[in-house]
Protein backbone atom coordinates (compact mmCIF):
# COMPACT_ATOMS: atom_id res chain seq x y z
CA UNK A 1 0.00 0.00 0.00
CA UNK A 2 1.20 3.49 -0.76
CA UNK A 3 1.94 5.91 1.84
CA UNK A 4 -0.53 8.49 2.35
CA UNK A 5 0.91 12.29 1.35
CA UNK A 6 -0.36 15.62 2.52
CA UNK A 7 1.39 18.42 1.16
CA UNK A 8 3.42 19.07 -1.71
CA UNK A 9 6.80 18.06 -2.21
CA UNK A 10 9.52 15.37 -3.40
CA UNK A 11 9.40 12.69 -0.94
CA UNK A 12 11.82 9.31 -0.94
CA UNK A 13 11.06 5.99 -0.19
CA UNK A 14 12.97 2.79 0.60
CA UNK A 15 11.25 -0.08 -1.27
CA UNK A 16 12.86 -3.32 0.38
CA UNK A 17 13.95 -6.10 -1.88
CA UNK A 18 11.30 -8.25 -3.51
CA UNK A 19 12.91 -10.92 -2.15
CA UNK A 20 16.43 -11.76 0.31
CA UNK A 21 19.49 -13.62 -0.98
CA UNK A 22 20.32 -17.36 0.09
CA UNK A 23 23.17 -16.74 2.42
CA UNK A 24 26.01 -19.40 2.67
CA UNK A 25 25.64 -20.87 6.31
CA UNK A 26 29.46 -21.99 7.78
CA UNK A 27 30.93 -25.62 7.35
CA UNK A 28 33.47 -25.51 10.41
CA UNK A 29 32.86 -24.47 13.57
CA UNK A 30 33.74 -27.41 15.52
CA UNK A 31 32.03 -28.74 18.61
CA UNK A 32 33.43 -30.48 21.81
CA UNK A 33 32.68 -32.11 24.88
CA UNK A 34 34.71 -34.21 27.19
CA UNK A 35 36.85 -33.68 30.72
CA UNK A 36 38.38 -30.56 31.55
CA UNK A 37 40.49 -28.80 34.43
CA UNK A 38 37.91 -26.10 35.30
CA UNK A 39 35.09 -24.44 33.30
CA UNK A 40 31.43 -24.29 34.23
CA UNK A 41 29.66 -27.89 33.61
CA UNK A 42 27.36 -28.10 30.83
CA UNK A 43 27.54 -24.34 29.61
CA UNK A 44 29.02 -24.74 25.94
CA UNK A 45 31.89 -21.62 25.51
CA UNK A 46 32.99 -20.32 22.36
CA UNK A 47 36.50 -20.93 22.21
CA UNK A 48 38.43 -19.22 19.10
CA UNK A 49 42.10 -19.90 20.09
CA UNK A 50 44.43 -22.56 21.89
CA UNK A 51 45.38 -19.64 24.48
CA UNK A 52 40.99 -18.83 24.87
CA UNK A 53 41.03 -22.52 26.05
CA UNK A 54 43.81 -22.47 28.56
CA UNK A 55 42.17 -19.78 30.45
CA UNK A 56 38.11 -20.82 30.10
CA UNK A 57 39.23 -24.99 30.37
CA UNK A 58 42.46 -25.19 31.97
CA UNK A 59 45.54 -27.48 30.38
CA UNK A 60 46.40 -31.54 29.41
CA UNK A 61 45.49 -33.64 31.50
CA UNK A 62 46.58 -37.53 31.45
CA UNK A 63 43.39 -38.64 31.97
CA UNK A 64 41.57 -37.41 29.28
CA UNK A 65 41.64 -35.60 25.61
CA UNK A 66 39.95 -33.05 25.51
CA UNK A 67 42.56 -30.64 25.28
CA UNK A 68 44.89 -32.32 23.01
CA UNK A 69 41.86 -32.69 20.49
CA UNK A 70 41.11 -28.60 20.89
CA UNK A 71 44.92 -28.05 20.48
CA UNK A 72 44.70 -30.26 17.16
CA UNK A 73 41.74 -28.37 16.13
CA UNK A 74 43.23 -25.23 15.74
CA UNK A 75 46.63 -26.22 14.61
CA UNK A 76 45.14 -27.62 11.76
CA UNK A 77 43.18 -24.94 10.73
CA UNK A 78 40.03 -24.40 12.44
CA UNK A 79 39.26 -21.24 13.92
CA UNK A 80 36.19 -21.20 16.10
CA UNK A 81 34.53 -23.70 18.22
CA UNK A 82 32.52 -24.40 21.16
CA UNK A 83 33.89 -26.85 24.12
CA UNK A 84 31.32 -28.15 26.88
CA UNK A 85 32.84 -29.86 30.36
CA UNK A 86 31.38 -32.51 31.38
CA UNK A 87 31.79 -34.42 35.09
CA UNK A 88 30.01 -36.84 37.11
CA UNK A 89 27.73 -36.31 40.10
CA UNK A 90 31.03 -36.30 42.32
CA UNK A 91 32.35 -32.95 40.96
CA UNK A 92 32.97 -30.28 43.72
CA UNK A 93 33.48 -26.81 43.84
CA UNK A 94 36.42 -25.94 46.81
CA UNK A 95 35.41 -23.95 49.19
CA UNK A 96 36.16 -21.98 52.61
CA UNK A 97 34.22 -19.84 55.34
CA UNK A 98 35.69 -16.46 56.62
CA UNK A 99 34.86 -15.66 60.68
CA UNK A 100 34.41 -12.37 61.29
CA UNK A 101 36.05 -10.31 64.27
CA UNK A 102 33.73 -11.06 67.36
CA UNK A 103 35.09 -12.11 70.59
CA UNK A 104 33.06 -15.43 70.14
CA UNK A 105 33.72 -15.48 65.43
CA UNK A 106 31.02 -16.00 63.53
CA UNK A 107 30.91 -17.23 60.05
CA UNK A 108 30.43 -13.59 57.80
CA UNK A 109 31.64 -14.76 54.05
CA UNK A 110 31.45 -17.16 52.29
CA UNK A 111 34.26 -18.38 49.59
CA UNK A 112 34.11 -20.80 46.46
CA UNK A 113 36.15 -20.99 43.56
CA UNK A 114 34.22 -19.95 40.12
CA UNK A 115 33.20 -23.83 39.20
CA UNK A 116 34.08 -27.43 39.84
CA UNK A 117 37.55 -29.38 40.54
CA UNK A 118 40.51 -29.48 42.30
CA UNK A 119 41.86 -26.64 40.57
CA UNK A 120 39.98 -24.67 43.29
CA UNK A 121 42.15 -26.44 45.78
CA UNK A 122 44.96 -24.84 44.98
CA UNK A 123 43.42 -21.37 45.95
CA UNK A 124 44.06 -19.56 49.32
CA UNK A 125 42.81 -16.29 50.67
CA UNK A 126 44.14 -13.44 52.14
CA UNK A 127 42.00 -10.52 54.01
CA UNK A 128 43.01 -7.66 55.29
CA UNK A 129 41.44 -4.10 56.11
CA UNK A 130 40.59 -1.30 53.42
CA UNK A 131 42.89 1.03 52.24
CA UNK A 132 40.11 3.77 51.87
CA UNK A 133 37.97 3.76 54.91
CA UNK A 134 40.06 0.99 57.21
CA UNK A 135 37.61 0.83 60.27
CA UNK A 136 34.79 -0.44 58.25
CA UNK A 137 36.11 -1.93 54.69
CA UNK A 138 38.14 -4.67 54.32
CA UNK A 139 40.41 -5.96 51.72
CA UNK A 140 39.99 -9.72 49.90
CA UNK A 141 43.28 -11.08 48.22
CA UNK A 142 42.88 -14.57 45.98
CA UNK A 143 46.28 -16.54 45.06
CA UNK A 144 46.78 -19.19 42.73
CA UNK A 145 49.46 -21.29 44.18
CA UNK A 146 50.15 -18.85 46.27
CA UNK A 147 50.66 -16.40 43.25
CA UNK A 148 48.69 -13.10 43.63
CA UNK A 149 46.15 -13.18 41.04
CA UNK A 150 43.44 -10.80 42.03
CA UNK A 151 42.84 -8.29 44.56
CA UNK A 152 39.55 -6.52 45.91
CA UNK A 153 40.13 -3.90 48.16
CA UNK A 154 37.84 -1.62 49.80
CA UNK A 155 34.71 -4.10 50.31
CA UNK A 156 31.84 -3.68 52.29
CA UNK A 157 29.35 -5.56 53.82
CA UNK A 158 26.38 -3.21 53.35
CA UNK A 159 24.19 -4.15 50.83
CA UNK A 160 23.49 -0.45 49.71
CA UNK A 161 27.22 0.26 49.55
CA UNK A 162 28.27 0.59 45.73
CA UNK A 163 31.27 -1.74 46.81
CA UNK A 164 29.11 -4.60 47.96
CA UNK A 165 31.18 -7.76 48.48
CA UNK A 166 28.82 -9.63 46.39
CA UNK A 167 27.60 -7.39 43.85
CA UNK A 168 31.94 -6.05 43.48
CA UNK A 169 33.41 -9.56 43.13
CA UNK A 170 30.96 -12.17 41.53
CA UNK A 171 30.68 -10.10 38.79
CA UNK A 172 34.18 -9.29 37.67
CA UNK A 173 36.07 -12.34 39.61
CA UNK A 174 38.00 -15.06 37.44
CA UNK A 175 38.54 -17.39 40.12
CA UNK A 176 35.94 -17.23 43.19
CA UNK A 177 32.18 -15.92 44.28
CA UNK A 178 30.80 -15.10 47.37
CA UNK A 179 28.17 -15.38 49.69
CA UNK A 180 27.29 -12.61 52.46
CA UNK A 181 26.82 -15.06 55.59
CA UNK A 182 24.58 -12.13 57.34
CA UNK A 183 26.86 -12.43 60.73
CA UNK A 184 24.86 -10.60 63.33
CA UNK A 185 27.92 -8.61 65.35
CA UNK A 186 27.73 -5.84 64.78
CA UNK A 187 29.77 -2.97 62.30
CA UNK A 188 32.51 -3.08 61.82
CA UNK A 189 33.22 -6.57 63.77
CA UNK A 190 30.94 -8.61 61.15
CA UNK A 191 34.23 -8.10 58.88
CA UNK A 192 35.89 -10.77 58.04
CA UNK A 193 38.64 -11.48 60.86
CA UNK A 194 42.63 -10.51 59.06
CA UNK A 195 44.11 -13.35 57.84
CA UNK A 196 47.35 -14.63 55.80
CA UNK A 197 46.55 -17.93 53.42
CA UNK A 198 42.78 -19.62 53.99
CA UNK A 199 42.66 -22.43 51.84
CA UNK A 200 40.13 -23.24 49.78
CA UNK A 201 39.18 -27.07 49.78
CA UNK A 202 36.69 -29.54 49.17
CA UNK A 203 37.55 -29.24 45.24
CA UNK A 204 36.80 -32.40 43.07
CA UNK A 205 36.83 -33.10 39.35
CA UNK A 206 34.08 -35.60 39.33
CA UNK A 207 36.85 -37.28 36.62
CA UNK A 208 38.05 -40.73 37.60
CA UNK A 209 33.81 -42.06 38.21
CA UNK A 210 32.44 -40.57 35.27
CA UNK A 211 30.22 -42.54 32.94
CA UNK A 212 28.68 -42.61 29.25
CA UNK A 213 25.80 -41.26 31.14
CA UNK A 214 27.29 -37.88 31.62
CA UNK A 215 28.18 -37.64 28.18
CA UNK A 216 25.00 -38.31 26.50
CA UNK A 217 23.44 -36.42 29.21
CA UNK A 218 20.02 -35.26 29.43
CA UNK A 219 17.60 -33.10 26.75
CA UNK A 220 15.50 -31.95 29.93
CA UNK A 221 18.33 -30.34 31.56
CA UNK A 222 20.38 -29.53 28.37
CA UNK A 223 23.56 -31.56 29.72
CA UNK A 224 26.24 -33.64 27.80
CA UNK A 225 25.13 -33.48 24.11
CA UNK A 226 22.25 -31.39 24.85
CA UNK A 227 24.12 -28.65 25.79
CA UNK A 228 24.69 -27.97 22.70
CA UNK A 229 21.00 -27.56 22.06
CA UNK A 230 21.47 -23.69 22.71
CA UNK A 231 23.76 -22.95 19.61
CA UNK A 232 22.71 -23.13 16.54
CA UNK A 233 26.09 -23.11 14.44
CA UNK A 234 27.96 -26.29 15.14
CA UNK A 235 28.89 -28.24 12.50
CA UNK A 236 31.10 -30.87 13.63
CA UNK A 237 31.25 -32.71 16.80
CA UNK A 238 33.61 -34.73 18.17
CA UNK A 239 33.76 -36.29 22.25
CA UNK A 240 37.25 -37.23 22.02
CA UNK A 241 38.67 -40.67 22.93
CA UNK A 242 35.13 -41.65 23.93
CA UNK A 243 34.25 -44.52 21.88
CA UNK A 244 31.63 -46.54 23.65
CA UNK A 245 29.00 -48.38 21.74
CA UNK A 246 26.61 -46.03 23.96
CA UNK A 247 28.25 -42.80 23.38
CA UNK A 248 28.74 -43.05 19.76
CA UNK A 249 24.74 -44.53 19.35
CA UNK A 250 23.37 -41.64 21.18
CA UNK A 251 26.00 -38.85 19.18
CA UNK A 252 25.04 -40.02 16.11
CA UNK A 253 21.43 -39.74 17.24
CA UNK A 254 21.65 -36.26 18.12
CA UNK A 255 23.00 -34.86 15.11
CA UNK A 256 20.53 -36.77 13.01
CA UNK A 257 18.12 -35.36 15.23
CA UNK A 258 19.80 -31.63 14.28
CA UNK A 259 20.28 -32.66 11.16
CA UNK A 260 22.62 -29.54 10.76
CA UNK A 261 25.95 -31.42 11.98
CA UNK A 262 27.50 -34.49 11.66
CA UNK A 263 29.87 -36.79 14.46
CA UNK A 264 33.49 -37.62 14.27
CA UNK A 265 34.27 -40.46 15.61
CA UNK A 266 37.07 -42.09 16.77
CA UNK A 267 37.88 -45.98 16.73
CA UNK A 268 38.39 -47.41 19.88
CA UNK A 269 41.95 -47.86 21.50
CA UNK A 270 44.18 -50.13 20.67
CA UNK A 271 41.92 -51.51 18.01
CA UNK A 272 43.41 -53.53 14.82
CA UNK A 273 41.11 -53.95 11.08
CA UNK A 274 39.25 -56.72 12.49
CA UNK A 275 37.54 -55.18 15.32
CA UNK A 276 37.63 -52.06 13.81
CA UNK A 277 35.81 -53.08 11.23
CA UNK A 278 33.59 -55.13 14.03
CA UNK A 279 32.69 -52.04 15.72
CA UNK A 280 31.79 -49.87 12.69
CA UNK A 281 29.20 -52.11 11.37
CA UNK A 282 27.04 -51.89 14.91
CA UNK A 283 26.15 -47.68 13.52
CA UNK A 284 24.50 -46.85 10.45
CA UNK A 285 24.20 -43.22 9.98
CA UNK A 286 25.46 -40.54 7.16
CA UNK A 287 25.96 -37.85 9.61
CA UNK A 288 28.97 -40.22 11.38
CA UNK A 289 32.51 -40.34 9.91
CA UNK A 290 34.72 -42.86 11.65
CA UNK A 291 38.51 -42.70 11.37
CA UNK A 292 40.95 -45.21 12.12
CA UNK A 293 43.81 -45.65 13.94
CA UNK A 294 44.62 -43.33 16.59
CA UNK A 295 47.58 -41.06 16.15
CA UNK A 296 50.66 -40.59 17.76
CA UNK A 297 51.45 -36.85 19.25
CA UNK A 298 54.30 -35.22 21.18
CA UNK A 299 52.65 -34.91 24.52
CA UNK A 300 53.34 -31.48 26.27
CA UNK A 301 53.06 -32.77 29.79
CA UNK A 302 55.73 -35.61 29.36
CA UNK A 303 57.56 -34.67 26.64
CA UNK A 304 56.91 -38.22 25.12
CA UNK A 305 54.97 -39.68 22.58
CA UNK A 306 51.55 -40.22 23.16
CA UNK A 307 48.41 -42.18 21.81
CA UNK A 308 45.49 -39.55 21.37
CA UNK A 309 42.32 -39.90 19.13
CA UNK A 310 42.53 -38.19 15.97
CA UNK A 311 38.53 -36.46 15.90
CA UNK A 312 39.96 -33.20 17.02
CA UNK A 313 42.72 -33.23 14.20
CA UNK A 314 40.24 -34.11 11.42
CA UNK A 315 37.68 -31.69 12.61
CA UNK A 316 40.23 -28.67 11.65
CA UNK A 317 41.17 -30.59 9.15
CA UNK A 318 37.65 -30.26 7.79
CA UNK A 319 37.78 -26.42 8.28
CA UNK A 320 40.93 -26.24 6.17
CA UNK A 321 39.24 -27.80 3.56
CA UNK A 322 36.28 -26.11 3.46
CA UNK A 323 38.13 -22.70 3.42
CA UNK A 324 40.36 -23.69 1.10
CA UNK A 325 38.38 -25.52 -1.76
CA UNK A 326 34.56 -25.85 0.17
CA UNK A 327 32.80 -28.12 1.72
CA UNK A 328 32.20 -30.02 -1.70
CA UNK A 329 35.16 -30.58 -1.38
CA UNK A 330 35.86 -34.16 0.36
CA UNK A 331 38.19 -33.78 3.00
CA UNK A 332 40.84 -36.23 2.49
CA UNK A 333 43.97 -36.71 1.11
CA UNK A 334 44.81 -33.93 3.43
CA UNK A 335 47.79 -33.64 5.77
CA UNK A 336 47.25 -34.58 9.67
CA UNK A 337 49.47 -31.34 11.28
CA UNK A 338 51.09 -32.56 14.60
CA UNK A 339 50.52 -36.14 13.83
CA UNK A 340 54.67 -37.84 14.37
CA UNK A 341 53.05 -41.27 14.31
CA UNK A 342 50.25 -43.86 14.12
CA UNK A 343 48.86 -46.30 16.71
CA UNK A 344 48.34 -49.05 14.13
CA UNK A 345 49.78 -48.75 10.53
CA UNK A 346 47.12 -50.06 7.56
CA UNK A 347 48.09 -51.51 4.66
CA UNK A 348 46.80 -51.99 1.28
CA UNK A 349 45.24 -54.85 1.39
CA UNK A 350 43.47 -53.90 4.98
CA UNK A 351 42.23 -50.76 3.65
CA UNK A 352 40.62 -52.64 0.80
CA UNK A 353 38.43 -54.51 3.54
CA UNK A 354 38.07 -50.96 5.71
CA UNK A 355 37.20 -48.28 2.49
CA UNK A 356 34.26 -50.13 1.77
CA UNK A 357 33.06 -50.74 5.21
CA UNK A 358 33.28 -47.01 5.79
CA UNK A 359 36.27 -46.74 7.91
CA UNK A 360 38.18 -43.71 6.63
CA UNK A 361 42.22 -44.85 7.69
CA UNK A 362 44.67 -42.11 8.11
CA UNK A 363 48.16 -43.56 6.89
CA UNK A 364 51.64 -43.01 6.59
CA UNK A 365 53.14 -41.84 2.86
CA UNK A 366 56.85 -41.43 2.66
CA UNK A 367 57.84 -38.09 1.74
CA UNK A 368 54.18 -37.29 1.84
CA UNK A 369 53.46 -37.56 5.51
CA UNK A 370 50.67 -38.49 7.51
CA UNK A 371 47.64 -38.07 5.05
CA UNK A 372 43.81 -38.59 5.90
CA UNK A 373 42.76 -41.58 2.94
CA UNK A 374 39.27 -41.61 3.31
CA UNK A 375 36.02 -39.80 2.84
CA UNK A 376 33.28 -42.23 3.45
CA UNK A 377 30.33 -41.64 6.34
CA UNK A 378 28.60 -44.85 7.89
CA UNK A 379 25.57 -44.71 6.05
CA UNK A 380 24.42 -47.71 4.11
CA UNK A 381 22.69 -45.01 1.94
CA UNK A 382 24.50 -45.88 -1.42
CA UNK A 383 23.81 -42.11 -2.32
CA UNK A 384 24.72 -41.20 1.08
CA UNK A 385 28.22 -42.82 1.51
CA UNK A 386 30.61 -40.08 1.51
CA UNK A 387 31.43 -37.06 3.56
CA UNK A 388 30.90 -34.50 1.37
CA UNK A 389 28.07 -35.39 -0.46
CA UNK A 390 26.52 -35.61 3.37
CA UNK A 391 28.10 -32.06 4.41
CA UNK A 392 27.37 -30.10 1.30
CA UNK A 393 23.39 -31.39 1.71
CA UNK A 394 23.41 -30.14 5.18
CA UNK A 395 25.09 -26.65 3.98
CA UNK A 396 22.55 -26.17 1.55
CA UNK A 397 19.47 -27.33 3.50
CA UNK A 398 20.75 -24.98 6.64
CA UNK A 399 21.51 -22.29 3.84
CA UNK A 400 18.20 -22.00 2.82
CA UNK A 401 16.13 -22.84 5.92
CA UNK A 402 17.86 -19.49 7.62
CA UNK A 403 18.13 -17.13 5.08
CA UNK A 404 13.75 -18.29 3.98
CA UNK A 405 12.97 -17.24 7.42
CA UNK A 406 11.23 -13.96 5.68
CA UNK A 407 8.75 -16.08 3.98
CA UNK A 408 6.94 -17.25 6.83
CA UNK A 409 3.25 -15.75 7.23
CA UNK A 410 3.79 -14.28 3.39
CA UNK A 411 0.45 -14.70 1.12
CA UNK A 412 0.79 -17.99 -0.69
CA UNK A 413 0.93 -17.40 -4.18
CA UNK A 414 2.39 -16.88 -7.52
CA UNK A 415 4.61 -14.19 -6.69
CA UNK A 416 5.79 -15.71 -3.62
CA UNK A 417 6.61 -18.95 -5.28
CA UNK A 418 8.19 -16.93 -8.33
CA UNK A 419 10.76 -15.18 -5.61
CA UNK A 420 10.98 -18.40 -3.73
CA UNK A 421 12.66 -19.88 -7.00
CA UNK A 422 14.69 -16.85 -7.90
CA UNK A 423 16.42 -16.36 -4.75
CA UNK A 424 17.45 -20.23 -4.02
CA UNK A 425 18.25 -20.70 -7.66
CA UNK A 426 20.36 -17.81 -7.30
CA UNK A 427 22.53 -19.31 -4.11
CA UNK A 428 22.61 -22.67 -5.95
CA UNK A 429 24.03 -21.25 -9.25
CA UNK A 430 27.09 -19.56 -6.80
CA UNK A 431 27.32 -23.28 -5.89
CA UNK A 432 27.49 -24.42 -9.55
CA UNK A 433 30.40 -21.69 -10.62
CA UNK A 434 32.42 -22.74 -7.68
CA UNK A 435 32.89 -26.58 -8.27
CA UNK A 436 30.04 -28.02 -5.86
CA UNK A 437 27.47 -28.94 -8.59
CA UNK A 438 28.16 -31.49 -11.20
CA UNK A 439 26.74 -30.23 -15.50
CA UNK A 440 28.09 -28.40 -18.38
CA UNK A 441 25.11 -26.28 -17.45
CA UNK A 442 22.44 -24.53 -14.62
CA UNK A 443 19.82 -27.02 -15.63
CA UNK A 444 22.28 -30.30 -15.36
CA UNK A 445 23.55 -28.95 -11.89
CA UNK A 446 20.83 -28.49 -10.15
CA UNK A 447 16.67 -27.11 -10.23
CA UNK A 448 14.17 -25.40 -8.03
CA UNK A 449 10.69 -26.49 -8.26
CA UNK A 450 8.02 -23.94 -6.71
CA UNK A 451 4.63 -23.63 -8.25
CA UNK A 452 0.79 -24.94 -7.99
CA UNK A 453 2.19 -28.34 -9.09
CA UNK A 454 4.12 -28.63 -5.75
CA UNK A 455 1.71 -26.17 -3.82
CA UNK A 456 -2.10 -27.70 -4.66
CA UNK A 457 -5.43 -26.08 -2.67
CA UNK A 458 -4.78 -28.79 -0.22
CA UNK A 459 -1.35 -27.78 0.51
CA UNK A 460 -2.14 -24.25 0.69
CA UNK A 461 -5.31 -25.10 2.90
CA UNK A 462 -2.66 -26.40 5.02
CA UNK A 463 -0.34 -23.37 5.61
CA UNK A 464 2.43 -24.57 3.72
CA UNK A 465 5.03 -23.78 1.22
CA UNK A 466 6.44 -26.55 -0.43
CA UNK A 467 9.69 -26.04 -2.46
CA UNK A 468 11.41 -28.96 -4.37
CA UNK A 469 15.43 -28.37 -5.22
CA UNK A 470 17.47 -31.32 -6.55
CA UNK A 471 21.19 -30.74 -6.67
CA UNK A 472 23.86 -32.64 -8.94
CA UNK A 473 26.91 -32.88 -5.83
CA UNK A 474 30.16 -33.97 -7.72
CA UNK A 475 32.00 -36.81 -7.06
CA UNK A 476 34.96 -37.25 -5.87
CA UNK A 477 37.51 -38.61 -7.63
CA UNK A 478 38.04 -41.64 -5.01
CA UNK A 479 39.42 -44.41 -7.41
CA UNK A 480 42.35 -42.85 -9.93
CA UNK A 481 42.98 -45.48 -12.48
CA UNK A 482 45.84 -44.47 -15.38
CA UNK A 483 45.37 -47.14 -17.76
CA UNK A 484 49.13 -48.07 -19.19
CA UNK A 485 49.96 -49.52 -23.03
CA UNK A 486 53.15 -50.15 -24.85
CA UNK A 487 52.32 -48.48 -28.21
CA UNK A 488 54.91 -48.98 -30.95
CA UNK A 489 53.72 -47.50 -34.49
CA UNK A 490 50.41 -49.32 -35.48
CA UNK A 491 50.31 -52.09 -32.70
CA UNK A 492 48.92 -51.40 -28.72
CA UNK A 493 50.01 -54.02 -26.27
CA UNK A 494 47.94 -53.21 -22.70
CA UNK A 495 48.17 -54.32 -19.98
Not at 225 to 252: K, M, R
Not at 285 to 303: A, C, E, N
Not at 326 to 346: C, D, M, Q
Request: charge should be negative.
Amino acid sequence: MSKEYLRPGVFVEEVPPGEQPVQAVGTSTGAFIGIAEKGALNKPKLVTNWSQFVKDFGGYRRDAFLAHAVQGFFLNGGSRCFVVRVASATAAIASATLSDRAGAPLDTLGVQALNEGEWGNRLSLDTADGTKIPATEFMLVVKLDGEVVETWGDLSLDPEAENYVEAVVNDDSAYIQVTDLESVTAVPDNRPAVQVDTPLAGGADGASDITDSDYVGDSADRTGLYAFDTVDEINNLCVPGVSTQTVVQAALDYCDGRGDCGFIVDSPEGGDPISTKTFRELFDSSRGYYYFPRIKVLDPLTKRVKVVPPSGHIAGVFARSDGGRGVHKAPSNEVVRGAVGLEYEVTDGEQEILNPAGVNCIRVFRGRGIRIWGARTMSSDRSLTHIHKRRFLMFVEESVSESTQWIVHEPSDERLWGKIVRSVSAFLRRQWLEGALFGSSETEAYYVKCDAETNPPEVRAAFQVITEIGVNIVETAEFVVFRIAQWSGGRRISE
